[in-house]
Each structure stands twice: as C-alpha cells, then as structure tokens.
C-alpha cells in the first residue's frame, strides 16, 4: 500500500501558490483495507475515502472507459494491480498528473513539470475527449492562471474544437455546467473562461445569449470600444477588480444580454434592452438552475442599470422607486452589489478603466437620505397604504433636498 499526494496540491506547490485542500490517491490495496484502517467511505461511483483525522480525501487508484456520452458515462475498474501511472493518465491536464511520494519524490510520467515551467495547458491522453466536463475546466484553469502566463497548446485546443463539433458539449448537465462557470467567476480574469469557450465553440452550446453580443455595435460616444461582447468582458473584469463576490460578477455578465436581440434597424441604439435583458437573465437561469440570490441581483442589474447612469437626471419619485426596486431598504446589501455592478459596467469601457462613477456616490446619498426619516413620527396615526404613501412622501422631499444642497 502506497499513498502519493496528487492533483492541484503538487501543481500549486511547484507553482509557488497557497494550497487549500490535498487530495491523495493509494495504490496497492482494497476498500476492505481501508476501512478496517480507519477510513470512511464516501465515493458513490468509485472509492473515495474520508481520512479518520485529516479528514482530506484519499481515493484508490483507478482506471475509466468511456461507456456512454456525457459526464457520467463511464465505468471505473479500481483494484490493487492499477499502478499509480495508470491512475494519472486518466487526468485531464498533466500539471495535473504529477504525484508526490510520501518521501517527497515527485512522479511526472507525462511530462507535467515541463509543461508547467513552459506554462502550457496540455491534455495528458486522448481520453482527455471523452469527458466534456473537460472543456470547462481547461477554460477554468486559464481563466485561474492567466496571471502566470499559461496558455492552451495548440493540439488541446483543436481537442476541444473537435469535441464540441462532434456533439460532447450537448451532454453538459445544467448542474455541472454552472458549478464550473460559477468557479469561473470567482477566478481573477474570468473573462478568460468565456473567451476559451467562444474559441472552441462552446459558448454558442451553451451560451448562446453571451456569444450573439460579440458583433453587435454600441455607440461610440458612450462604448469607444464599439463591440458589445467585447464590453460585456471589460466589464466582467472590472467586477473581478472591484470585488470578490461572484453574484456582482455574474450580474454584470448578464446585464445587457438583451442587446443582442436588438433589432437591425435600431443599432447601434439599445432602446429597451433592459427589459429584453430581464427576460433572457430568467431564460439563462432556469435552464442552469441558477441559485436564486445570483438570479435576483442579475434581473435586478438588468432591469435597472440604465436607471443608474441617469439618477442625476431623474426626479426624486423616480429615484424612490429605483430604490423599492433594488430592495434597497430591506436589503442594504443589494444596494451595495447593485452599485458595484453598476459601476463595473461604467469602468468597464475603453478609457474609462479609471474614472470612478460619481453616479455611485449620487445614488448612495439619495438612499442615505431616503432613510434619514423619521418613520415612527410619519405613520402615526396611519396604517396600511396610508402609512406606505406618507413614507413615500417624506422621502421623495427628503431626495429632493439633497438635490437642492447638490445643486
């Protein structure tokens, strides 16, 4: 029985990154072996084990074939004769197909050290094409280390060309297809996932509402950058710049899908996109099963972001109602994620990387202000609508004075 460190823990060592969780795989025993030593199983298709003290995850070595299309067609032999070179060539990458002994010796049989210093993402063997899965998580790790200069070889990147092409990518699972774009998002340069998958074909499979914006023309007044998609992805970007949370991330991905079903006749003006947009977050959201709060944000974004660019120019009852539709005084947060998604969209455009928004500073002070009265003294005496129109009120004169001051 023989146990080795694999996976990301030895890639992200030699990488010179901080690891968060260690995987281990043994050779030469059973799962019999295992727990009488103590380990707890918990693999559902094949043996993975909890360790009774570290609690990290030590899986028995292993070998795959392809049975059916998708993520979950395959049939796994593990047994003590699978050696440990065995398991590693069913990898998907070969930065990740390096083991470490418990001695510290490092087993690289496909050459994943190499491709590390030349900072190539390589696929270890063709199986790499039998699991679609793999599309995204090579999108994923270019998107993760972008910043160290990694790129896709030429012969992986024709792989994914030619799975997608061949069909692969429509076995996708709605799950597993948002579990890897979510990590996406949380990475430094998400932009890249989306960009990897737009280069093989993959993102009109599964994101056709995010591919059709690439081409469509935007105003050059306001978007010198012209290009809608290329827009979409500086402002992505920018989101990652501004903050760690994926649901703002996501929001500003979604925000102007809508431009891309405007009509020939109108471009490059985007009269009504909002509301197109709405529709087509909704779409995107259930066919992925996209948690709620991510679906929330990313319609409230959509809906309202126009509003955003334009509060110094809108009425005070107007800005009230952008407030009730944000959730703004029952969700303080919301309106922090709505203000960062907002002003990621404005940054998010060439020459403007730099220039913070003063909108941002407007909409915050009008909030500020809307919630600076004096609620118990208002609705005394008044229920129901009465009460909700008296509020209403003093925080539409209370906006209004803020204006006069700014004025």
Same mark, same amino acid.
């Given at each position: 029985?023989?146990?080795?460190?694999?996976?990301?823990?030895?890639?992200?060592?030699?990488?010179?990154?901080?690891?968060?969780?260690?995987?281990?795989?043994?050779?030469?025993?059973?799962?019999?072996?295992?727990?009488?030593?103590?380990? *707890?199983?918990?693999?559902? %298709?094949?043996?993975?084990?909890?360790?009774?003290?570290?609690?990290?995850?030590?899986?028995?070595?292993?070998?795959?074939? *392809?049975?059916?299309?998708?993520?979950?067609?395959?049939?796994?032999?593990?047994?003590?004769?699978?050696?440990?070179?065995?398991?590693?060539?069913?990898?998907?990458?070969?930065?990740?197909?390096?083991?470490?002994?418990?001695?510290?010796?490092?087993?690289?049989?496909?050459?994943?050290?190499?491709?590390?210093?030349?900072?190539?993402?390589? %696929?270890?063997?063709?199986?790499?094409?039998?699991?679609?899965?793999?599309?995204?998580?090579?999108?994923?790790?270019?998107?993760?280390?972008?910043?160290?200069?990694?790129?896709?070889?030429?012969?992986?990147?024709?792989?994914?060309? =030619? !799975?997608?092409?061949?069909?692969?990518?429509?076995?996708?699972?709605?799950?597993?297809?948002?579990?890897?774009?979510?990590?996406?998002?949380?990475?430094?340069?998400?932009?890249?996932?989306?960009?990897?998958?737009?280069?093989?074909?993959? @993102?009109? *499979?599964?994101?056709?509402?995010?591919?059709?914006?690439?081409?469509?023309?935007?105003?050059?007044?306001?978007?010198?950058?012209?290009?809608?998609?290329? %827009?979409?992805?500086?402002?992505?970007? !920018?989101?990652?710049?501004?903050?760690?949370?994926? =649901?703002?991330?996501?929001?500003?991905?979604?925000?102007?899908?809508?431009?891309?079903?405007?009509?020939?006749?109108?471009?490059?003006?985007?009269?009504?996109?909002?509301?197109?947009?709405?529709?087509?977050?909704?779409?995107?959201?259930?066919?992925?099963?996209?948690?709620?709060?991510?679906?929330?944000?990313?319609?409230?974004?959509?809906?309202?972001?126009?509003?955003?660019?334009?509060?110094?120019?809108?009425?005070?009852?107007?800005?009230? *109602?952008?407030?009730?539709?944000?959730?703004?005084?029952?969700?303080?947060?919301? @309106? %922090?994620?709505?203000?960062?998604?907002?002003?990621?969209?404005?940054?998010?455009?060439?020459?403007?990387?730099?220039?913070?928004? =003063?909108?941002?500073?407007?909409?915050?002070?009008?909030?500020?202000?809307?919630?600076?009265?004096?609620?118990?003294?208002?609705?005394?005496?008044?229920?129901?609508?009465?009460?909700?129109?008296?509020?209403?009120?003093?925080?539409?004169?209370?906006?209004?004075?803020?204006?006069?001051?700014?004025?």
């Amino acid at each position: 029985m023989q146990t080795y460190l694999v996976g990301g823990a030895v890639r992200d060592s030699l990488l010179h990154r901080a690891t968060r969780e260690k995987d281990w795989v043994v050779v030469g025993t059973t799962p019999e072996e295992m727990i009488n030593t103590g380990f *707890k199983p918990i693999g559902r %298709h094949f043996p993975v084990f909890l360790h009774p003290e570290t609690r990290e995850e030590y899986a028995l070595a292993r070998t795959e074939r *392809k049975t059916a299309p998708g993520y979950h067609g395959f049939s796994f032999h593990a047994a003590p004769d699978v050696t440990l070179e065995e398991d590693l060539k069913r990898r998907d990458l070969t930065i990740n197909a390096i083991a470490q002994s418990e001695d510290g010796k490092l087993i690289d049989p496909y050459g994943g050290i190499d491709d590390i210093e030349k900072r190539v993402l390589r %696929h270890v063997s063709d199986a790499f094409a039998e699991d679609p899965v793999r599309i995204l998580r090579i999108a994923r790790f270019a998107a993760r280390f972008h910043r160290y200069g990694f790129t896709i070889a030429d012969k992986t990147q024709q792989l994914m060309q =030619q !799975m997608t092409a061949e069909g692969e990518a429509d076995a996708l699972v709605p799950e597993r297809v948002w579990a890897e774009t979510c990590k996406a998002l949380s990475e430094a340069r998400p932009s890249i996932y989306f960009e990897v998958l737009r280069a093989c074909g993959t @993102l009109q *499979k599964l994101f056709p509402e995010l591919e059709c914006l690439w081409g469509i023309p935007q105003p050059e007044r306001w978007h010198p950058e012209i290009d809608t998609g290329v %827009h979409i992805m500086m402002a992505l970007d !920018m989101a990652a710049r501004l903050t760690e949370d994926s =649901q703002v991330r996501f929001a500003v991905l979604t925000h102007d899908l809508g431009k891309g079903t405007t009509p020939a006749a109108m471009l490059p003006s985007h009269h009504g996109h909002e509301q197109r947009s709405v529709e087509l977050v909704r779409q995107l959201c259930r066919r992925y099963r996209i948690p709620n709060q991510y679906r929330d944000l990313a319609l409230t974004v959509a809906k309202y972001h126009g509003h955003f660019h334009r509060v110094a120019e809108m009425k005070p009852a107007t800005i009230l *109602k952008v407030l009730h539709g944000i959730d703004a005084f029952r969700k303080p947060a919301r @309106l %922090h994620q709505f203000v960062l998604a907002c002003e990621a969209d404005s940054r998010g455009r060439t020459g403007f990387e730099e220039t913070i928004p =003063q909108q941002a500073k407007q909409i915050e002070a009008c909030y500020k202000a809307a919630t600076s009265v004096d609620i118990p003294t208002i609705v005394r005496g008044l229920k129901g609508t009465q009460a909700k129109a008296a509020i209403d009120k003093a925080r539409i004169a209370a906006i209004r004075k803020l204006e006069l001051r700014q004025n």
